[in-house]
């Protein structure tokens, strides 16, 4: 168990719940295909990188009104616009991702993904200059 932590591209809020709700398994392939759904493509994944997942949670928080973990940000779709990939980019440049802890989250990470992260919002742009809306999501 762990901080699994993804960014994906879709057209709609929910689309990648409703994709991989309504998948099914393909034997040939050996891959889960939906034919009514268009799978959100996945622009990056975080493996325990904790201090990243503290700062969505915050901006959440703030978009919603939201108390600290009031509910818990586990499994909840955040959607990114530009204004926050914006911020998101000044606070990792200038190291002020907040410190952040928890029971699966493990140690601090920003060193080791600074660059996939400036990657990450480089595309996050990209996505959403084609018309896409940007998400982050977590699970632990």
Do not use: C
Not at 41 to 70: C, F, S, T, V
Not at 102 to 117: L, V
Request: charged letters at 30%; a negative charge.
């Amino acid at each position: 168990m762990g901080l699994d932590q993804y960014a994906y591209a879709a057209a709609r809020a929910g689309q990648n719940q409703e994709w991989w709700e309504n998948a099914e398994f393909d034997e040939v392939g050996k891959t889960y295909v939906n034919s009514n759904i268009s799978k959100p493509r996945e622009i990056a994944y975080w493996r325990k990188h904790p201090n990243l997942h503290g700062w969505m949670e915050q901006l959440w928080q703030k978009k919603n009104d939201n108390p600290a973990a009031d509910p818990m940000f586990n499994g909840v779709e955040l959607e990114l616009t530009w204004e926050d990939l914006e911020q998101l980019e000044e606070d990792i440049t200038n190291q002020r991702l907040p410190s952040t802890s928890g029971f699966f989250f493990g140690e601090d990470s920003d060193e080791y993904y600074r660059e996939q992260d400036l990657k990450f919002i480089r595309e996050a742009r990209s996505e959403i200059f084609l018309g896409l809306k940007v998400f982050y999501n977590s699970s632990w």
